[in-house]
């Protein structure tokens, strides 16, 4: 499910103070009941998956046509990386979160950091700088999920033309998928 902006926004996460200048695009829910120390679990399903396999058609076709243009276009070429075309924010981490673990890679995405209740993974293409959060946040009724955050710097005119042609793809099809995904590993290895 959807959350609005303040459900990410509100909470004292330490990616605050690294992604100034990047822009919140997304905050989704995941049905991931737990306990309080299971965002590592969380993070290794997250890690290990296979995702858009076992997705709908539509969202393997979806994932399959942005592979392929990015192909094309060498919008996924090594150069356009972390690393390459923008510094890693692990360049500005202060030293508490330089001395705690990093955290899973997952191409494409590079870990930046793991606490107890949060875990960021960054990616960069030519079109933008992206970072993915993961937060294990406690509800009301004692208990723990997850919640996921996308923070987006696009590239240029070509990274805000694109994250605006792929809006409603991403919010109608590609994240609920994504999310039922995790949902569903979640469950099931309960």
Do not use: C
Request: charged fraction near 20%; aromatic fraction near 10%; proline fraction near 8%.
């Amino acid at each position: 499910m959807r959350l609005p902006n303040a459900a990410h926004t509100s909470r004292p996460w330490r990616i605050h103070e690294l992604t100034p200048d990047f822009r919140l695009e997304d905050v989704w829910l995941l049905a991931t009941p737990g306990g309080p120390d299971e965002l590592p679990r969380l993070m290794s399903q997250i890690a290990s998956g296979n995702f858009p396999d076992g997705a709908p058609l539509v969202v393997r076709a979806l994932w399959e046509a942005r592979r392929r243009i990015g192909a094309l276009l060498r919008w996924d070429s090594q150069d356009t990386r972390v690393g390459f075309r923008v510094n890693s924010l692990r360049e500005r981490l202060p030293s508490d979160l330089r001395a705690a673990p990093r955290g899973p890679d997952f191409a494409p995405f590079a870990s930046v950091y793991q606490l107890e209740n949060e875990w960021a993974a960054e990616t960069a293409n030519k079109t933008v700088h992206a970072v993915l959060h993961i937060g294990w946040v406690l509800e009301e009724s004692g208990g723990y999920r997850g919640q996921v955050a996308i923070l987006v710097k696009p590239n240029g005119p070509l990274g805000a033309a694109y994250m605006v042609a792929i809006k409603p793809f991403r919010h109608l099809i590609v994240y609920p998928a994504l999310m039922r995904w995790i949902e569903q590993k979640w469950l099931t290895s309960a």
